[in-house]
C-alpha cells in the first residue's frame, strides 16, 4: 500500500499552460505539505494544510493555488507555467502540525515547462 | 536565522570503509532534527528523529547522534545499497517549517 501518493508522476507543458498536480495519503495523519525541489536538489517548504485548512503559506506567486477537498488530499494548482517552475513537487504528511513530528514523502512530481 | 549546513557534499566510500556525514545547525529552540534519505527519483525516506542532545539512534549499519550544534550520521561498514542523498532536516523558521539541509550525497561502490 502507498502512503503518500502523486499523480502524474511526469508533467511536460508549455509556458502560460495551467495544470494541477494530485495528493493522496492513506496514513490517516491530519496535515499534509506541498515542497519545491529545485535543480540543485534543495528542498522547500510552499504550503502546509491541517484539517483542510491552510497553516503555512511560504513566499510563492500567487499563480500557485493548493486545494484540499477532504484532509486525505491536497492538490496544487499552478496557473501561467514559467520556465522557473519546472522543478519536482513533493507531497508529504504528518501525523499532526505540532513540532517535532515527522513527514512522510510521496514519490514526487517531475515539472518540466518548455 | 535558522539554518542546517550540511558536510561534505559528496562522499565516496568503498565497500566497508565505515565514516560520519555532518549536519551543523542554528535554531532558537530545537524541536526535533530529523534524517532523511532519498533515493534518486525518489521522495525522501524518514530514518530519524532527535530530540535532545546526547540522544541517540540506530538502524542497521545507520546510526544517529545529537550535540547541541550538530548531528553525525554514522554509517558502519556500508554496502553499495546504501548510496543516496542523506538530507538533514529541523523545524525551525518564522513559521516552524520543516528546513532542509542540502544533503550529502553518498557513494559507496563494491
Known amino acids: 500500500d502507498t502512503a503518500v501518493s502523486q499523480t502524474p508522476k511526469y508533467l511536460v507543458t508549455q509556458m502560460g499552460n495551467d495544470k494541477s498536480i494530485k495528493c493522496e495519503q492513506n496514513?490517516?495523519?491530519?496535515?499534509m505539505y506541498w515542497y519545491k525541489q529545485d535543480s540543485k536538489k534543495f528542498l522547500k517548504i510552499m504550503f502546509s494544510?491541517?484539517?483542510?485548512?491552510?497553516?503555512i503559506n511560504e513566499t510563492v506567486p500567487n499563480r500557485f493555488s493548493p486545494k484540499s477537498p477532504d484532509k486525505a488530499h491536497l492538490n496544487l494548482h499552478i496557473n501561467s507555467l514559467e520556465l522557473g517552475d519546472s522543478a519536482v513537487y513533493f507531497c508529504?504528511?504528518?501525523?499532526?502540525?505540532?513540532?517535532?513530528?515527522?513527514?512522510?514523502f510521496g514519490p514526487g512530481t517531475r515539472l518540466t515547462v518548455t | 536565522e535558522d539554518q542546517v549546513t550540511q558536510s561534505p557534499e559528496a562522499l565516496r566510500l568503498q565497500e566497508g570503509e565505515s565514516s560520519s556525514l555532518n549536519c551543523s545547525y542554528t535554531?532558537?529552540?530545537?524541536?526535533?532534527l530529523f534524517w532523511y534519505r532519498q533515493d534518486p527519483g525518489k521522495g525522501p525516506e524518514f530514518l530519524f528523529t532527535l530530540y535532545s542532545a546526547g540522544e541517540e539512534k540506530e538502524k542497521e549499519r545507520l546510526k544517529a547522534t545529537l550535540t547541541k550544534k550538530e548531528s553525525f550520521l554514522h554509517i558502519t561498514a556500508p554496502k553499495p545499497e546504501d548510496s543516496a542523498t542523506y538530507l538533514c532536516?529541523?523545524?525551525?523558521?518564522?513559521?516552524?517549517?520543516?528546513?532542509f539541509g542540502k544533503g550529502t550525497k553518498l557513494s559507496v561502490k563494491p
Open positions: 535554531v532558537s529552540g530545537l524541536r526535533g
Open positions: 494544510y491541517n484539517n483542510k485548512e491552510l497553516i
Open positions: 508529504a504528511s504528518s501525523q499532526d502540525s505540532a513540532y517535532g513530528r515527522e513527514q512522510y
Open positions: 496514513l490517516g495523519h491530519d496535515t
Open positions: 532536516a529541523l523545524y525551525g523558521g518564522s513559521q516552524g517549517n520543516l528546513i
